[in-house]
Structures are given as C-alpha cells and as structure tokens.
C-alpha cells in the first residue's frame, strides 16, 4: 500500500502576496520613489516649511560640524554621542522656545517614544486624541498604561475621562499642528483641563515650530504656556529647521528623568554632529528673519484659495478627495504637470478621507504659486468631476 505523499506546508511569508493584493485592490500600496538631486518637480510635499534644507548657512553648519566633529556621535548619549554642540543645542532651543530645559533625541519620532514612555508606564493614564500622529500613537501602546482615545480636540471628553480615572498619574497628549488637517489644537482649554484635573500635557509641537506662535516659537508660546511647570513639549528638527533629529523641551525636572529612564534616548545612538551644527544654524536664521513664518502661512493661504479649501492656520493644506484611487490619481497627476504634493492615504487619515496634502514654504516666490494655481485648477477639476 502507497504512503500517502505529506501535505506540502506553504511557504512562512506566503501570506504577504494576499495582504499585497488585498491593498492593491483597495489602492493603498505604498513604494518608494527615490528623487534625485536636480528634482525638477515645485515641491508642496516635505516638510521644509522655512525653506533651509539647502540653505548656504544650515548646509555650511552642519558641514563645519561634520569637519570638527566627524561623521557619527559614536555612542548613545550617556556614553561618547553627547558632544558640546548637543548641549548647545538643547540650551538654544529651550531659550528660544521659552522651556527651561531640553533634550536632544535622534528623530521627533524618538522623542515621543521617549517622552510618553518615561512620563507614563504601568498605573498611569494617558489620554490621546485620536488624530494624534503615530509616534503618539505607538508610544501609548508601548507605555504599559491604561490609554483613553478621545475625539479629535474635544476637551469635555478629556475632562470627563480625567474626571473618573483611579490612577495617580495621567497625562493628555496632543499634537499643537494637525499633521494631516493643519488645525491647531485647543492647547489653553486642555491646559486648564489638566491644571484642574492633576494631569501634565504634553505636546508634539513637530509642525508648529518654525511657523506658528510668536517668530515661529510654536503654538505653546503663541497661548503663553511654552514654560509651564506642568506642560512638556516636543520638536523636531527635520521639518522647520531643515535638519534631522528631535528633542523634548519643559522643566529641568522632565529631562533629568528622561536622561535616567528614556529608552529612546539611552540605548539609541545620538544624533549625528552634522545635523546638530545644521539645526544650529537654522535656529539662528529663524532668529535673524523672524518673517519667515509669516511667509509660510502667507504662502499656505494662497494654495488654500487655489484649491478651494478655507486658509490653514498652518503650512498644511489639507484638500480631502475621499477615494484613496481618486487621491492617489490626482497626486500622480499632479506630478505629470510639474507639482509634487503629498497623498495622505490609511491607514494616515480616517476612511473616506483620502487625501492630497499640500505644504507651503516660505521661499515660495509669485512664480511659484502662479504654478500651483494653474496645476490645481486642472488637477481638482478632474478630480471632483
């Protein structure tokens, strides 16, 4: 009698053809596009809000920081990667900020694991809104505390959840800038909130440094809360500044206890020099020409009116096309005629809200938006037909 030939077993990672397919079909795959150096296309998709990335003095910064420093930090911060220009940094972006203090992370997005984590953990409550940005997201699943998600800025809902928690400690974390919507959160009524309720607020100020608040100091020193004993903020440096890397600013009493439990921060390597003499160098141009953020959100208002949609009181312009097909074509066509801008897909945004998301410069000259006017006018025509 024939021995029955074994079941052949499938293949370990077979499963991601299927998963492959099943976002292909619902025009949510994602790849890379690497762009080249002389990109021809007018770029409304980084983050590059003041306009340094390539600017001569942020490039000359961080090549000088190179040249003294070398190319790597070498260790983590609590071994060889904290250099004098670390510490530089985080005093310069406290003071011009208005923290007390500072720490500089390697991404924003280390910041907010760092931050989150070392402010929460087992027996805590954290509150989140629920469009906060995934580093937020993440670090609430990574926290080991209880999590609430409420409504996109709806303070009584806040209130409500610290109101009833058991837990000692909370804290309410929130972006300043919608990164998807460019809306501003309610940061003095949740201020109040916490004040009242014995909670610490902490905010991911990633897209309102350089180009909100009084000179681009953030949201926080727009509503006068940037030193506030019971608030702590993050930035980053790849946005604005033009740069890489992050930082946690707020009291002196936040980071030295992140200095002693950030994970983020001491088991990842420090950022590199050449990036922390290249923020340097962007703070000061921020410093020097305080009417660049004025030119940002002058340069968002006109994409807004091009496309159709109210002003932001940020650089993003959110323009919601609902089909991620429908998004994901408009942007495809966008980059035929000239103009690269982002397409905001989900996982990023809610169900039903796909998206371009435009971002303004505040190096955008007149021929740049006579540009962007005509691009739109052909593109959202198509689109919403």
């Known amino acids: ?116 984590t070392a402010l929460s953990g087992a027996g805590a409550l954290i509150v989140s809104d629920a469009a906060n940005h995934a580093s937020l997201v993440d670090a609430c699943r990574m926290s080991r505390a209880r999590v609430a998600v409420t409504a996109h800025n709806d303070v009584a809902a806040v209130d409500a959840v610290l109101a009833a928690r058991t837990e000692e400690r909370a804290i309410v974390v929130t972006d300043s800038v919608g990164s998807a919507d460019g809306d501003l959160a309610p940061l003095r009524a949740l201020h109040a909130v916490c004040r009242a309720r014995g909670a610490v607020l902490v905010v991911d100020e990633a897209h309102g440094l350089g180009v909100c608040g009084p000179g681009g100091r953030g949201v926080l020193a727009g509503v006068g809360l940037a030193g506030a004993d019971d608030v702590v903020f993050t930035v980053t440096l790849s946005k604005s500044l033009g740069s890489q890397g992050g930082a946690v600013l707020g009291p002196a009493a936040v980071i030295a206890h992140l200095v002693d439990s950030a994970r983020t921060m001491i088991f990842d390597t420090g950022l590199a020099p050449a990036c922390v003499g290249a923020a340097l160098a962007a703070l000061q141009v921020l410093r020097d020409e305080p009417g660049r953020p004025w030119a940002v959100l002058a340069a968002a208002a006109a994409i807004a009116a091009a496309a159709g949609v109210a002003a932001p009181p940020s650089a993003v312009v959110s323009v919601v096309l609902g089909s991620p097909v429908v998004a994901f074509d408009a942007a495809r066509r966008c980059a035929e005629l000239g103009l690269r801008v982002g397409c905001f897909r989900p996982p990023s945004v809610p169900e039903g809200t796909s998206r371009l998301r435009l971002t303004a410069r505040a190096d955008l000259g007149d021929a740049d938006l006579d540009r962007v006017r005509a691009v739109l006018a052909t593109v959202l025509a198509e689109a919403r037909s």
Do not use: C
């Open 1 to 116: 009698m024939d021995t029955p030939a074994p079941a052949a077993t499938p293949h370990p990672l077979a499963w991601l053809d299927d998963t492959a397919e099943r976002r292909r079909a619902a025009g949510l795959r994602r790849e890379l596009r690497p762009r080249p150096a002389d990109e021809p296309l007018l770029d409304l998709a980084g983050n590059d809000y003041l306009g340094l990335s390539r600017d001569k003095r942020v490039v000359d910064g961080g090549v000088a920081a190179l040249r003294i420093w070398g190319a790597g930090s070498t260790g983590s911060r609590l071994v060889t990667g904290s250099t004098e220009l670390h510490a530089q940094l985080e005093r310069e972006l406290a003071a011009f900020t208005g923290a007390e203090a500072g720490l500089v992370f390697s991404s924003g997005y280390a910041a907010n694991l760092g931050v989150v």
